[in-house]
């Protein structure tokens, strides 16, 4: 982005310093391969693609949407981030790993078919799901959201598809704007649960019982990924809703628990928003620590 930006190297760096601490010993790091012109074109126009790379600086930024910047770095940087969940998902469906978590940036739920918008270019957990089905053979996969913002990009990406399932908790009203309950896809494979501005961690998990996992459980997906943005924390300076590292892990450990019943417990998960360094760390952390104990 731009240097006064937000959506700043220091978050990836504070979630890379907290996961290479003892806790985390037993991690297995892998480095994010860029993503091929084929895995980028299940998502996105290649129009798009080729105009976005071509569009990258050789210095400075360039403004791709108001919220939306780039650098010389962010060429390889949205390349490699989609690359991550490629690259995540061939190794689960192999069983060379349990499960994922990809550590990227930029962000991808927000981006388009053929638009950047909200920090991101490449949808990356959507070129993820797609590379499990592609490639994989799989007919039903899904992505669970729990970033603060509703995820329109991998809602517009997947609504028309009843093989892809989509369910998203988010603050409403909030920016996107996207994800109201009525937006339900085809035969019901879109579910959002919108919340109000301060809504706990409580409500967070009445809307994964009374509604997602039951909706989530009836799709019966045979490869999970997660949307793992952490800017719904009670500390995050963009949000106002009021999530603990407890409810990360709460959330984690149900949706590994549906993996384990429908899909091998087959999980990727990447990064998306959270703005507040100290508390991206450790929910971060308390998310990768559930991912390992459910390995
Ligand atoms: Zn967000």
Redesign the pocket.
């Known amino acids: 982005m731009e240097p006064w930006h937000v959506e700043s190297p220091a978050r990836l760096e504070s979630v890379l310093s907290a996961l290479r601490s003892p806790a985390f010993a037993a991690l297995a790091w892998r480095e994010a391969p860029e993503a091929s012109r084929e895995a980028l074109s299940r998502v996105h126009e290649r129009g798009y693609v080729e105009a976005l790379l071509a569009a990258v600086p050789a210095h400075g930024y360039v403004r791709i949407d108001p919220d939306t910047a780039m650098g010389a770095a962010t060429g390889p940087a949205m390349l490699r981030a989609a690359g991550a969940c490629v690259a995540a998902v061939d190794a689960v469906a192999a069983g060379e790993v349990a499960n994922a978590f990809c550590a990227v940036r930029p962000?991808g739920h927000h981006a388009e078919r053929a638009r950047a918008l909200?920090f991101c270019f490449f949808n990356n957990v959507a070129i993820g799901a797609l590379q499990a089905r592609a490639v994989h053979g799989l007919t039903r996969v899904a992505v669970i959201d729990f970033?603060?913002?509703h995820g329109n990009g991998t809602q517009h990406s997947f609504e028309r598809d009843p093989g892809l399932f989509y369910a998203s908790t988010h603050q409403d009203p909030f920016y996107p704007g996207t994800g109201h309950a009525n937006e339900q896809g085809v035969a019901g494979n879109i579910v959002n649960v919108p919340l109000r501005g301060a809504s706990d961690g409580a409500a967070v998990r009445r809307a994964y019982t009374d509604t997602i996992l039951p909706r989530l459980d009836a799709f019966a997906p045979e490869f999970v990924l997660i949307s793992a943005?952490f800017?719904a924390h009670r500390d995050d300076p963009?949000?106002g809703l009021m999530l603990t590292e407890d409810d990360y892990a709460w959330i984690t450990r149900e949706l590994c628990a549906v993996a384990r019943r429908h899909a091998g417990g087959r999980v990727v998960s990447a990064l998306?928003?959270g703005y507040d360094l100290t508390a991206l760390a450790s929910s971060a952390s308390a998310h990768v620590q559930e991912l390992m104990a459910a390995a």
């Open positions: 962000p909200g970033d603060v913002h943005g800017d963009l949000s998306e928003g």
